[in-house]
Structures are given as C-alpha cells and as structure tokens.
T-cell receptor
Framework: AQKITQTQPGMFVQEKEAVTLDCTYDTSDPSYGLFWYKQPSSGEMIFLIYQGSYDQQNATEGRYSLNFQKARKSANLVISASQLGDSAMYFC???????????FGTGTRLKVLA | NAGVTQTPKFQVLKTGQSMTLQCAQDMNHEYMSWYRQDPGMGLRLIHYSVGAGITDQGEVPNGYNVSRSTTEDFPLRLLSAAPSQTSVYFCAAGGTRTDTQYFGPGTRLTVL
C-alpha cells in the first residue's frame, strides 16, 4: 500500500520569496514516481514536476524543483521567486512505476502575499 | 490539441437517476483514468484503463461503470446516483515514459 502525507494544510509566502511545500510518502514498491500538481481556484489540475525513484538528480522545471530525499521518504516541492499566480492548492502524488495509479495527498493551500 | 476534455462541466441529478460523464483525449495516450475529489481530500482513483477494451477498478469503484471502446474516449457511468457521489470528477490520460497524467477540467456533480 502507498500513502502520501502533506502536513501543511495552508502556507503563506511573500511575493518573490522561495517556499517549500512538504510531502512524505510510504511505499513498498521498489520503483515509483512522485508527482506534484497545482490546482488553482478555477479547479483544473496542472502537472508541475515528476521525480523517478531511481533518478540520481533532483528534478527541476523552471521555478519548480523537487527536493528528493529517498532515505527520508520525502519529496518536497520548492517554488523559487513566488508570484501571485502561484496561489493555489498543491497536491503531491505517488504511483508505482508503469501503473499510473496515483495516490494523492490532501494538499497544501499556498497563498502568495503582495 | 485540446488535451483531455470533459462534459458536462456541471450536473445536478436526483437520487436514483443515471448519467454518463464524458471524457475524450486527443493525445493518443493508452492510459486513461477517472478520479473523484471530495472536500478536504486528495483525488481518489475510481476506474482506469490501460488501453481500448481493458478496464479495471481503482480505490473507490462502487456505483460506477466504465468501458473503453476507443483510445480516445473513456466514459464514466453512474448507475443509480446517490448523494454520496456528489463530488468533482476528473478524467486523466497518460502515456509518457515518466507515467505523467494530464487531467481534464473536471465535472462538478451534485446529487440531491
């Protein structure tokens, strides 16, 4: 069984500052993927970043990076230079490799302050 | 490319009614899935399909049916709607090397 834990229900960050959203996971699968999605108030789910369990380097996509610590079973999302448009819910998810069967966390609501 | 499309965007049903939520994708991805999102919770997998003619149950399949006759379409059928099925429903498609899924805009369903 797999599980994702997001312990921060809500966070605030000042515009232009960096912010880290926490995600810890539990899995017995030897190979898995970790994903982050953004859900703005309009409701759609937007893919941000992916990290494979065997990837040696942390994933980066523009202002998003994933701080992957396999031994600690954590996959924190780092957003650099926050923008007002980053205000949204952020979900972490895990899936065994090759299955697409995502297990989602409960999300973190991020508010960027001007 | 429209990606993943869903219809309708909103729907209100009475208890016991049946309906079909439509999902289509133009990315030629083999994998498609349906999730529901309830307040305060993450998305939960209802049903998924690894290709035309192949479907399987996810975490919360009761009360829902699916079929996959083409690569493009993956409808979700509610057989006899119940208030507990009030939720936002997302369809997703994936087929990349990294198992990434792309979601449709969602259908907000209310069952009275």
């Amino acid at each position: 069984a797999q599980k994702i834990t997001q312990t921060q229900p809500g966070m605030f960050v000042q515009e232009k500052e960096a912010v880290t959203l926490d995600c810890t996971y539990d899995t017995s699968d030897p190979s898995y993927g970790l994903f982050w999605y953004k859900q703005p108030s309009s409701g759609e789910m937007i893919f941000l970043i992916y990290q494979g369990s065997y990837d040696q380097q942390n994933a980066t996509e523009g202002r998003y990076s994933l701080n992957f610590q396999k031994a600690r079973k954590s996959a924190n999302l780092v957003i650099s230079a926050s923008q007002l448009g980053d205000s949204a819910m952020y979900f972490c998810a895990i899936a065994p490799s090759g299955t697409y069967k995502y297990i989602f966390g409960t999300g973190t609501r991020l508010k960027v302050l001007a | 490319n429209a990606g993943v499309t869903q219809t309708p965007k909103f729907q209100v049903l009475k208890t016991g009614q049946s309906m079909t939520l439509q999902c289509a994708q133009d990315m030629n991805h083999e994998y498609m899935s349906w999730y529901r999102q309830d307040p305060g919770m993450g998305l939960r997998l209802i049903h998924y399909s690894v290709g035309a003619g192949i479907t399987d149950q996810g975490e919360v399949p009761n009360g829902y049916n699916v079929s996959r006759s083409t690569t493009e379409d993956f409808p979700l059928r509610l057989l006899s709607a119940a208030p507990s099925q009030t939720s936002v429903y997302f369809c997703a498609a994936g087929g990349t090397r990294t198992d990434t899924q792309y979601f449709g805009p969602g259908t907000r369903l209310t069952v009275l």
